[in-house]
């Protein structure tokens, strides 16, 4: 019986311990270390129409490192397609149960489904009508497909680029100004060799914002 009661505290010890150390120090050490070596990027990267997030007061338009969609305005640079729609969803959607609450993700779906290759379709198509200039085989495949969160921020430059003429046209900006927006909004490889080169279409739309006197 002692023999028992002696594992006994001796795993309570241990669990009050590991409680402690895992469940509070160890979280509490990590929330202040990026708190003081990295606070914007630890409160969500967040940006304002004036660039990144400072202070309390400065208004927030989106994250960095969130995307949104902008597919219904042709003056603006629009992202990738979303498994969950960019996790924007009305009154109406969850009135009627279309809203699941999904807060990423993407849509898992195979190559071989015929739902994946009909939104493929959809996507092309909904491309082509607000850029008659470009051919189906030239579109970039990251503007047709859906990432893993489902909620990327960035786009290749190739993709930025196939779409400056019709913003162009839309917004009256000249097509060297676009270009100078993307350029300016294109951050290289991380590390120099990880990856590859992304524009972030959210700041990329706040400067054409800008340019049209929006903000």
Do not use: W
């Not at 304002?48 to 949104?68: F, H, L, M, P, R």
């Not at 009154?91 to 994946?116: H, M, R, V």
């Amino acid at each position: 019986m002692k023999s028992f009661l002696k594992y006994v505290k001796s795993a309570v010890i241990l669990t009050v311990l590991m409680l402690i150390v895992c469940g509070l120090a160890y979280p509490a050490a990590l929330t202040g270390l990026g708190q003081a070596i990295f606070p914007h990027q630890a409160n969500g990267s967040l940006v304002t129409a004036e660039g990144e997030k400072t202070t309390d007061s400065d208004k927030a338009v989106g994250s960095a490192i969130v995307g949104q969609d902008f597919s219904d305005d042709a003056r603006y640079f629009q992202g990738r397609v979303s498994g969950v729609n960019y996790n924007v969803y009305t009154e109406g959607d969850k009135a009627d149960g279309s809203y699941t609450g999904p807060g990423s993700g993407g849509s898992n779906l195979a190559p071989s489904n015929e739902e994946l290759k009909k939104r493929v379709d959809d996507a092309v198509e909904q491309f082509l009508e607000k850029h008659p200039d470009v051919k189906e085989g030239e579109i970039p495949a990251d503007l047709l497909t859906a990432s893993g969160s489902g909620m990327d921020p960035d786009i290749t430059p190739q993709s930025a680029k196939i779409q400056i003429p019709a913003i162009s046209e839309a917004t009256g900006l000249s097509e060297r100004e676009l270009e100078d927006i993307v350029n300016r909004n294109t951050a290289g490889k991380t590390l120099g060799i990880f990856g590859h080169e992304r524009v972030n279409v959210l700041k990329c739309n706040l400067e054409v914002a800008k340019a049209l006197g929006e903000i």
